[in-house]
């Protein structure tokens, strides 16, 4: 008797950021209309809030419970030091319980916000070692990487990716990241980022008079090679995302503030402070559902956060981009609006407004482009998933196909 497959989902899932658990959502449909028999559980960074709002059983990522803070003390060196060692054994025990894990998008192989190898990078390194010896197939599915200047944490990604089992990335620029760090990527593919696979809310922008503007802003402090300038690059960011958002104010256009991550949050009662207008209000969002429905309603997006952008180009919103890496300007040369990105390091409100009173000049033009480039994506998407059956599943792959020729 054949037995359900066991699959495994991998990562900083539930853990605040929006993006990271839109990947998992996309996965997890794609497991459920593709592969219903699978038992499917999750090693995660917020086991309870991937039980609560996905139905799968899910275990803490680390042993330790403050693995992302700072350890000063002794006593919580000392502890983080041993976690390293329990989670070795704990991530092999799970890996071991599984046929297959996958970990679903998220830019696990890049460190363009700040980042310890001895976290995340060596939690990833443990899975993806683990998945030979045990025979499970680990993938790493839609994700994101970029070249990485520290070395400890560029080995830990690079033997990481060497070691599994299934490798594709949401854009070319991640593709050429890993070559360049010593991974053979002739057989890796490139698709659109997974949340693209997400249902897409109906558009509710108005027509005739300016209305909404959705504003994304981030807690931003620069990457993992500007600690020492971080709080330099936040204060620009914050002063011009803030003088933008007066202008618009200015303007008369209300504007709506969103988040991708709770980390945002003082980023946002900043700006309400700054600015002190009733024009200016702020969502709390719990999903990339709910960002998109903002989105949708909007006459035009500025966002910073990679996975806003993804929220406001898949709705069809024209969008301008507060670029912090290239993932993002990638992301918009692929959907046809390369030439709305500007620099998160160095907001120049005036340069910024003049962007977005273009972008909102071609607003009808751009949209047409949005559709077209949404449906490309969508395919390319269900190209992706059967790619994956193929090398995750392949005695389902092999019953798809037979029930395919005899329909056909």
Known sequence: ????????????????????????????????????????????????????????????LHWYR?????????????????????????????????????????????ATLPLRPWGFPYALFLLCAAGRPFGTRVALVGVGADAIGDRPTRALVRWSARLATYRSYRDALSRDAMRAMG??????????????????????????????????????????????????????YLDGTTRFVRALVADGRPVRLVTGDECDGPVVAAILAAVDSPLVTAVEAASL????????????????????????????????????????????????????CHPARDVDADRLLEQFRSLEQRSAELRRTLTERNTTASRQLEEQFAALTTALFPAADHVHAHATREVS
């Open 1 to 60: 008797m054949k037995t359900a497959p066991r699959v495994g989902v991998f990562g900083l899932l539930g853990s605040g950021n929006l993006g990271n658990d839109g990947s998992l959502e996309a996965v997890l449909g794609y497991l459920r209309a593709e592969h219903p028999e699978a038992v499917v559980d999750a090693l995660c960074g917020g086991p309870e809030v991937v039980a609560t709002r996905y139905r799968i059983p899910a275990t803490r």
């Open 66 to 110: 403050g693995e992302y803070r700072t350890a000063s003390r002794a006593g919580a060196i000392a502890a983080k030091g041993l976690g390293k060692l329990v989670d070795a054994v704990r991530t092999a025990a799970w890996v071991r319980r599984h046929d297959v894990v996958i970990v679903p998008g998220m830019g696990v192989l890049e």
């Open 183 to 236: 991974v053979d990527t002739a057989r890796d593919e490139v698709y659109p980022d997974l949340a693209f696979a997400l249902p897409t809310p109906p558009s509710g922008a108005s027509s005739g008079t300016p209305g909404p503007v959705c504003v994304g802003v981030m807690d931003f402090h620069g990457g993992n090679d500007d600690r020492a300038r971080a709080e330099e690059i936040h204060r620009r």
């Open 289 to 340: 559902a709910d960002l998109m429905k903002e989105m949708a309603a909007a006459d035009t997006v500025v966002a910073t956060r990679y996975h806003n952008l993804v929220c406001a180009l898949k709705v069809g919103t024209p969008t301008l981009a507060l670029s912090y890496a290239a993932k993002s300007d990638a992301l918009m040369d692929r959907m046809g609006l390369g030439a709305y």
